[in-house]
C-alpha cells in the first residue's frame, strides 16, 4: 500500500532525510498543528505524523486506539520500514504502547511525552500538591477538569479552552495562543477510548516492549508526576522530568526538550 492508499492523513514534519521516525499525537485526535514543529526536532530526525482517524483533517472516527495500532503498521509498511521508531505525545503514547505490546516485531523503540499513566500502573495522581503556587488561571483550569461532560460540539469547545491553563505550568499569551491550536471533536475524541481490551494494561505490561524514553514535566496536572515516574519504572524505561513544565514541552521547554528527544533518537 502506498502513502496516498492510506485510510487516514499523514504528514512529514521537518526538513531532515532518512527512515523517519513517526508521530503519533495525541488530544485524542487534535488537530495535528497543535505539535507545532516540536521545537525543530524535524530537522535533526526525518518525522512523519500519522492523523489518526477521527482528527479534521483524517475524518471519520477511531476504531479505538487498542485496535487503531494496525493504523501504525499501515504506515510502517507504506514507508518500507520493518521496524520504526515511534514518538508519542499524551493520548497517542497509548496508541505507542498498544502497538509495541501487539506487534512487537515492529516497533525498534518508544519516546512517550507527557503520557497519562495511571491506567497502566494505578498510580494515584499527585496533581494537587503541585498547586501549592500555581497561578489563578491555572488552578481554575485545573478545577475545571472535574466539570460535567460536554453535551454538544461548541460545548465541548468552550470546555476544553477553560480547563486549558492547566494544560501549562504557566499562562501567559503564548499557551493561550497554543491552547486554541488544533481542532478536537466531541465523538472523536470519545470514540478514542471505545472496545479497548479490559485487560489492556497488563498485555502492554506483559508485553516484550522494545528500548523507551519517557518525557515528563514537573508541573504537569493533567499527568502529575508520581505516576509519570511509576509508569517509566514498569516500562523500564530512562525518564526525564522537565523543570518548570506542563503537558506541552515543546512549548514551554523547548530547548531542554529538543535535546532530550534528540539524543534518543539519534543513539
Do not use: N
Not at 460536554?150 to 501549562?168: C, G, I
Not at 514541552?249 to 543513539?267: G, K, T, V, Y
Request: hydrophobic content about 45%; proline content about 7%; aromatic content about 6%.
Amino acid at each position: 500500500m502506498s502513502l496516498a492508499d492510506l485510510p487516514f492523513t499523514v504528514s512529514p514534519l521537518g526538513t531532515a532525510t532518512g527512515d523517519p521516525a513517526i508521530v503519533l499525537p495525541g488530544g485524542p485526535c487534535r488537530g495535528v498543528e497543535y505539535l507545532a514543529d516540536l521545537a525543530g526536532l524535524g530537522d535533526d530526525r526525518a518525522l512523519v505524523v500519522l492523523h489518526p482517524r477521527g482528527t479534521p483533517t483524517t475524518g471519520g472516527l477511531s476504531r479505538g486506539w487498542w485496535t487503531d495500532a494496525d493504523d501504525v503498521v499501515l504506515l510502517a509498511d507504506a514507508l518500507g520500514l520493518d521496524r520504526v521508531d515511534l514518538v508519542g505525545h499524551s493520548a497517542g503514547t497509548r496508541l505507542a504502547l498498544a502497538t509495541a505490546a501487539r506487534y512487537p516485531d515492529r516497533v525498534r523503540s518508544l519516546a512517550l511525552i507527557t503520557p497519562p499513566a495511571s491506567w497502566l500502573t494505578g498510580t494515584a495522581s499527585d496533581a494537587e500538591a503541585l498547586l501549592a503556587d500555581a497561578e489563578p488561571e491555572v488552578r481554575a483550569g485545573y478545577r475545571a477538569l472535574t466539570d460535567d461532560d460536554a453535551e454538544t460540539a461548541k460545548a465541548f469547545r468552550e470546555q476544553f479552552l477553560r480547563q486549558a491553563p492547566a494544560s501549562y505550568a504557566h499562562w501567559t499569551a503564548r499557551e493561550s495562543g497554543h491552547a486554541r491550536v488544533g481542532r478536537m471533536d466531541r465523538d472523536a475524541a470519545h470514540a478514542w477510548f471505545r472496545d479497548i481490551p479490559a485487560d489492556a494494561a497488563g498485555r502492554v505490561l506483559g508485553a516484550d516492549l522494545p528500548p523507551a524514553l519517557v518525557i515528563g514535566g514537573d508541573r504537569d496536572l493533567l499527568t502529575g508526576v508520581a505516576p509519570v515516574r511509576a509508569y517509566a519504572d514498569v516500562l523500564g524505561a530512562g525518564l526525564t522530568m522537565l523543570a518548570d513544565c506542563g503537558h506541552y514541552p515543546w512549548i514551554e521547554q523547548p530547548d531542554a526538550f529538543r535535546a532530550s528527544l534528540r539524543a534518543w533518537l539519534r543513539r
